[in-house]
Each structure stands twice: as structure tokens, then as C-alpha cells.
């Protein structure tokens, strides 16, 4: 039997190792620093994590990326992402970060007004998040290389060498080993998932020609420049 069409190939992350790894899946966690809670009007200590999903081919690394169609608020979010290398559901937190192949910086750029629009209907939030090319992705450092510490440690954005966010890892109001184990009550996580982890106070919107840098201690930094219109 022949295919009508070929599927398309596998998105690859680079990794400190000089491996390829093959994204599966896109995890994010909302509000998942308090001060951002906050700035988006919800109160963190009522709301247990939630999850929302993004395409494998929102995935990219850095480089340019297109201002997307349908928005004229297209804001940054920088996050620490999490590369799950092992399988696993309902897994206990202590036992969490052995399912962790790596980390990596990230960004989780959002349309804010289509966001803020569903939001405000009742809606799905996939027209402001899950967005051609909006989960630009660093190099993922393997877990135990260098001295990255999950649990703590700087994690900042610029645009243009403008600080715009600046938090602490330590800031985190679900921990990586936390979000592990609530997500995989949800679902049967499995190597290849990537978990964006959430993003601290600051978002705000970028235009074309912008330069946004992501820098978490201890990882390769992000650097994205904001292109023309997507076709």
C-alpha cells in the first residue's frame, strides 16, 4: 500500500551531546510564577497547575522567526524547558527527575490578544498559543552535565539588551519535579515530550526586528530575532 503523502520528518533538537533529539510532544504550564499570575489577574495560591499543548512543529531553533498572521500583540515568554527522556505515568515526585533527559532555555511566544480573547469566552486557548514557530528551543544541556541547578538560578530576557524579565528558577510556584508528576497523572508522559515549565512577570509585546534574548544559569542562551510578517 502506498502513502497519499509523505508525513513530514520529525522535528530535531540540538542537544550539548551532539545528538539529535526527536520532539514528540509540547507540554506548557500556565502561570506558573506567582508574580505573572498576578499580572495576568489570576491569584496563584487558589489554582492548582494546569497544562495546555502546542504542535511538535512549533518547535525551532534559534534564528528568525516569522511575526505571525492575526494578532498585533505578539509577546515573549521566556521558561526553562524540560526534555523527558524516559516513559512514565503517575509518577511519584521523588522519582520525577529520572525521567529528565535535559534542559533547555526557551520561548513560549503567544498572539495575547486571540489568547486574552478566548480566555475571556470560555475558549480553548490554541489560536493565541499553539502558533507556527512559537516554541523556539536552546541547545537541551543532558541532565548531570555543567551545573545547571533546576531548582534555582537566574533566569532573564531581554529585546533589544533590555532587560524585561528577570526571576529566579527558585521563584517556581510547581517545581520541575512537581509539574513532572502532576502531568503525568494526566497523560503517559514519554521520552521525546518537551515541558515548558512557565514564565515569569514581565511579558510584554515585540514588532519586527526585534532581538530577544533568553539566559537561565547554568544553560546555552536563546536568541530570537522577530521577522516579517508570516506569509
Known amino acids: 500500500m502506498s502513502l497519499l503523502f ?3 520528518a520529525p522535528v530535531l533538537a540540538a542537544t550539548s551531546t551532539g545528538d539529535e533529539f526527536p ?7 500556565g502561570r506558573n510564577y506567582e508574580a505573572h499570575a498576578r499580572e495576568m489577574g489570576r491569584d496563584p495560591d487558589r489554582e492548582p497547575p494546569f497544562f495546555f499543548t502546542a504542535w511538535a512543529e512549533t518547535v525551532v531553533p534559534a534564528g528568525t522567526i516569522a511575526y505571525p498572521t492575526e494578532t498585533a500583540n505578539f509577546h515573549y515568554e521566556a521558561e526553562l524547558v524540560v526534555a523527558i527522556g524516559k516513559c512514565g505515568r503517575d509518577i511519584a515526585v521523588d522519582d520525577a527527575l529520572d525521567h529528565v533527559w535535559g534542559y533547555a532555555t526557551g520561548l513560549d511566544m503567544t498572539r495575547r490578544d486571540l489568547q486574552l480573547d478566548a480566555r475571556a469566552q470560555g475558549r480553548p486557548w490554541d489560536t493565541g498559543k499553539n502558533v507556527e514557530q512559537s516554541s523556539p528551543l536552546g541547545v537541551i544541556l543532558k541532565a548531570g552535565e555543567g551545573d545547571f541547578d533546576p531548582s534555582k538560578g537566574a533566569i532573564k530576557l531581554t529585546v533589544n539588551g533590555e532587560t524585561k524579565q528577570d526571576a529566579d528558577l527558585a521563584d517556581l510556584i510547581w517545581p520541575v519535579a512537581d509539574i513532572i508528576a502532576f502531568a503525568s497523572k494526566l497523560w503517559k508522559l514519554e ?3 518537551l515541558i515548558y515549565t512557565g514564565t515569569p512577570a514581565g511579558v510584554g509585546a515585540v514588532v519586527e526586528g526585534d532581538d530577544v534574548e533568553v539566559t537561565i544559569a547554568g544553560l546555552s542562551p536563546l ?3 522577530i521577522g516579517p510578517k508570516a506569509a
Open 6 to 8: 509523505e508525513p513530514l
Open 23 to 29: 520532539v514528540r510532544r509540547v507540554i506548557c504550564v
Open 191 to 193: 521520552a521525546g515530550d
Open 223 to 225: 536568541n530570537v530575532r
